[in-house]
């Protein structure tokens, strides 16, 4: 028979005691309840034995041994607490951050030279006192041309290699936009079209000045043309407008835009259906050395194309070309920048080969600015 005597039953406390307050973690904690209080343990095992003793000793033992028991209980659930707080503080203390640390560098995007070349134009333009429109990239024929005074089928139209969606039921296809030209029709109209999204051009009064930033598309790849590439469109409409103001406004622009006052440009005469007279705009380059350099040398460069609005498109949006004229060009964006940036292949701009936008790309916070700098 087990030594329940009031000794023993003391030293079983001392020792349950000890070897619970003694427990490192969790799991020595569990190991130590299940020895003393699980189904076999030591302190359940006495309490078994509780049936064969006599009335008299039942009557000592039993409440000792129950004491032991809550004893016991209490000193596990008093161990578990002070466990579980020490593990918290271990936890708190490993995972501390620290913010005074440099953050991890991430990876991150960049800004296009597409992108950042039409947002310097649009800050040299609204510097000038343009403000921005923009229209739908799905154009119908009505805007992309006959508005535009391209006779039906004029070849000029083919001219464009228009990319024309299948027809429909009604009307004539709708086609991807060959210029940003469909916005002047969109922004001279005063018609009662709601447009389809607040960004839309609608008709406002003359004075209209604005800038067109936007996609084109036309049939077109080889190193230099791409199936989708950017203009920016302007358009001046007032009462005294004349050739002069273009000149002024482009060559301003370009000086502005190449950050040189050494340009020179040359107007050569041309034909578009929507301005008469037209003209190309010419700057003067250097090609020798197999470098291209801007206000330097003899050579000549075209970048856009330009005129006074004609008179037809004028009654087409329901202007009186008595009372009103003005001005537009139309200029490619992409290579302005491939010229601004030196970058050789107009390719290259749409391959999204992120180790090339890495290096010809720009940083967000670089914002053009034609106050602090435009790049
Ligand atoms: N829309 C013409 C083009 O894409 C450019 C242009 C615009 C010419 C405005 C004259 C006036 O080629």
Redo the contacts with the bound molecule.
Sequence with gaps: MTDLSPKALDQLEAEALTMVSTTADAAALEAARVALLGKQGRISALLGQMGGLSIEDRKTVGPRLNGIRDLVTGAIADRKAALDSAALDARLAAEKVDLTLPAPPRRKGSVHPTMQAMDEMVAIFAEMGFSVAEGPDIEDDFHNFTALNFPPRHPAREMHDTFFFKPGPYGTPKLLR????PVQVRTMRRTNDKPAASWIACGREPPIRIVVPGR?YRMDSDATHTPMFH?I?GLVIDKAIHMGHLKWTLETFVARYFETDEVTARFRPHH?P??EP?AEMDIGCDRSGGELKIGQGSDWLEIL???MVHPNVLKNCGIDPDVYQGF???LGVDRLAMLKYGIPDLRDMFASDVRWLAHYGFSAFQAPNPASGLS
Excluded: R
Excluded at 178 to 181: E, N, R, W, Y
């Design positions: 060959t210029h940003t030209s084109t203009q469109e578009f929507f301005t037209s194309g330009c005129g537009a060009f139309g």
